[in-house]
């Protein structure tokens, strides 16, 4: 009986809580650590705001990545992320990126662009309280193709 209970108020709990979507406020830094057979490792540093009044986990998860709807790639958290409550911040992980064939020679064609339209497609494994779930994920951002320095990855 008393599990019971406990998990009625479990289930009370997390039913009534209202969750908020994380608004994703840019890329604030990052740095190549390596780039080696089509993948490249790279510490990446982003701002992020979560309105929750709970932390967020982001357990390992992967992403395709298309830049002006062509596929250039996956990219895979290998580590969690937590994300704190009712704070705005900014988070370090590091981030691993294969490289989709051709992916070099079509971003040789974004050099010199303002603006740059970044699809990311897939699922995210989260957790909140201990619970699991994976969310899809299909959003397109527009980002500031001059912070990207598309240069340095073609030897310019």
Not at 21 to 47: M, P, T
Not at 52 to 69: D, W
Request: charged share 30%.
């Amino acid at each position: 009986m008393k599990n019971l209970i406990v998990v009625f108020l479990s289930s009370l709990i997390l039913f009534s809580c209202e969750f908020k979507d994380v608004d994703f406020n840019g890329i604030e830094s990052y740095k190549i650590e390596s780039f080696a057979n089509n993948e490249l490792r790279l510490n990446f540093a982003f701002k992020l705001n979560n309105e929750n009044g709970f932390k967020i986990k982001v357990k390992p998860s992967k992403l395709n990545i298309f830049v002006e709807g062509q596929e250039m790639g996956i990219a895979y958290l290998d580590k969690k992320v937590v994300f704190k409550k009712k704070r705005e911040g900014v988070y370090e992980t590091k981030l691993r990126f294969k490289l989709a064939d051709g992916a070099m020679f079509s971003a040789m064609k974004f050099i010199g662009k303002k603006q740059l339209n970044v699809r990311f497609l897939g699922k995210v494994k989260g957790s909140v309280f201990g619970l699991s779930k994976k969310f899809p994920v299909d959003e397109t951002k527009t980002i500031d193709a001059s912070k990207l320095n598309l240069g340095q990855f073609l030897g310019n």
